[in-house]
């Protein structure tokens, strides 16, 4: 019989536990378990409806994780998970049944398959790995079904986990670190400033420029998020609240092309009424994408992350930028 050790990071104690074989068990070029793919078709919404920029209370709703995942720790290996039975250390932003990528590393080193201390630091909003395998300043790179590892700089605690995502976790530069880390205690001091009220410096779609955008709930995905919390997709809905934006086409999409699930809505119009870009998306005009976060990360040096925009959590961006691609 197989017995590991459990490092407990709240006592600092130790027990003995046999890890279920069907979880954390340790692999060589393993990966995740193929899920069903879904018979859902696309579903577009046009906002206003009759007035009003809810949407109807029969929307679609986003899938359990329940396929075998795997995360990818360097000098360790790879490691199967069963997503089912993972708890969150955020339920102020998760529902049941839904988690974050970094719930798994707590989930995996609470069974034993690795040693993991963290806490959660009130000026950065964040949990920080303190150290993983007596390593320090771990970082991670991850992407959905479909898609490719990216450099991120989004926090690891809000990433929604979904079947088929990737997770990746490398050392990084004490420069990095400092950088990253430097950007979520910004944010934090501009929730501060604006007493607790996320006011977003700076907003482009397209040519128009807007600035000390305030974002309020709207409470699109419960499914998914505890009421209250704020997503990417809130600050195109405030900025409509605000009548700054006249019209909107959403589309729920449970899969595209090789990428299921998906379980997410798409923006595919914003009419703001300056002329530019207001039409519906299509694959022969183009569409629109999106990014947010710190300046010091813009692009694809960490805020252009393919996160759907009605799962992005926001706690407090510097910007937030869409542009419409051909």
């Known amino acids: 019989m ?54 109807p209370p029969d929307t679609p709703t986003g899938r359990f994780p329940s396929c075998e995942g795997t995360v990818t720790i360097e000098g360790l290996g790879d490691f199967i998970f069963n997503p089912v039975e993972i708890p969150t250390v ?9 988690f974050s990528l970094f719930d798994v590393l707590v989930d995996l080193s609470s069974k034993g398959w690795f040693t993991m201390e963290y806490h959660y630091d009130q000026n950065l909003g964040t949990h920080i790995i303190d150290q993983l395998d007596n390593r320090v300043n771990w970082w991670y790179r991850a992407h959905y079904a479909g898609a490719w590892y990216e450099l991120n700089a989004f926090r690891m605690d809000l990433y929604p986990y979904k079947d088929g995502t990737g997770i990746m976790m490398r050392q990084q530069t004490d420069e990095f670190m400092g ?9 934090m001091r501009r929730l501060s400033l604006n007493q607790g009220r996320v006011v977003i410096p700076e907003v ?20 998914v998020f505890v009421p ?24 729920w999409y449970a ?8 379980d997410s809505f798409r923006v595919e119009q914003i009419d703001d ?46 910007y937030m930028m869409w542009y419409w691609l051909n």
Request: hydrophobic share 35%.
């Open 2 to 55: 197989l017995i590991l050790t459990l490092m407990l990071v709240a006592g600092g104690a130790t027990v003995a536990c046999e890890p279920p074989l069907s979880e954390g068990r340790a692999t060589q070029g393993v990966t995740a378990g193929e899920c069903p793919p879904s018979q859902t078709p696309p579903q577009s919404y046009y906002l206003p409806d009759d007035g009003s920029w809810e949407l």
């Open 90 to 98: 955020r339920p102020d932003v998760f529902t049941p049944g839904h």
């Open 179 to 187: 950088t990253l880390y430097n950007s979520f205690a910004s944010e």
């Open 204 to 223: 482009r779609i397209g040519p128009a420029v807007y600035t000390n955008v305030p974002v309020s709930a709207h409470d699109v995905r419960t499914d």
């Open 228 to 251: 209250g919390t704020l997503t990417a997709l809130d600050v195109l809905l405030s900025l409509a609240d605000q009548d700054r934006i006249e019209r909107m086409k959403l589309t």
């Open 255 to 262: 899969s595209i092309g090789d990428a299921d699930p998906v």
């Open 273 to 318: 009424g300056d002329g530019f870009f207001d039409d519906e998306a299509s694959p022969e005009t183009g569409g629109w994408v999106y990014e947010s976060g710190a300046r010091d990360f813009a692009g694809f040096k960490g805020s252009h992350i393919h996160i759907p925009v009605d799962t992005r959590v926001l706690v407090s961006p510097e």
